[in-house]
Nanobody, 125 residues
Framework: VQLQASGGGLVQAGDSLRLSCAASGITSMYAVSWFRQAPGKEREEVASISWSGDNAHYADSVRGRFTISRGHGKNTVNLLMNSLKPEDTALYYC????????????????????WGQGTQVTVSS
């Protein structure tokens, strides 16, 4: 599985951004998560979505501001980020893993074998 993340940029606090993760080489059901890592901090889960798209999980710090969704063809997963804050500044990665369970979500980095290259999000105050 190859993942291509895009959509990052430099914005001001309160602005919105939409990140996209395009997957190729998919041969089975797969769940997707977005993680982020700020300098000097550990990688943390931001949002996760099941293969079916029916289940999602959000970190407490982004719940109510971010929305994860799957595209119609399921090969794209989007992360809509509203009301961005300076503390959202980080390198954002999408990750995917195969699953036999269409409604399961996964939130730990160790659950994933396939990672995108990362896209930088910088929020100025």
């Amino acid at each position: 599985v190859q993942l291509q993340a895009s959509g990052g940029g430099l914005v001001q606090a309160g602005d919105s951004l939409r990140l996209s993760c395009a997957a190729s080489g998919i041969t089975s059901m797969y769940a997707v998560s977005w993680f982020r890592q700020a300098p000097g901090k550990e990688r943390e889960e931001v949002a996760s979505i099941s293969w079916s798209g029916d289940n999602a999980h959000y970190a407490d710090s982004v719940r109510g501001r971010f929305t994860i969704s799957r595209g119609h063809g399921k090969n794209t997963v989007n992360l809509l980020m509203n009301s961005l804050k300076p503390e959202d500044t980080a390198l954002y990665y999408c990750a995917a893993r195969s699953t036999f369970h269409p409604d399961s979500v996964y939130v730990c980095p160790s659950d994933f074998k396939s990672w995108g290259q990362g896209t930088q999000v910088t929020v100025s105050s």
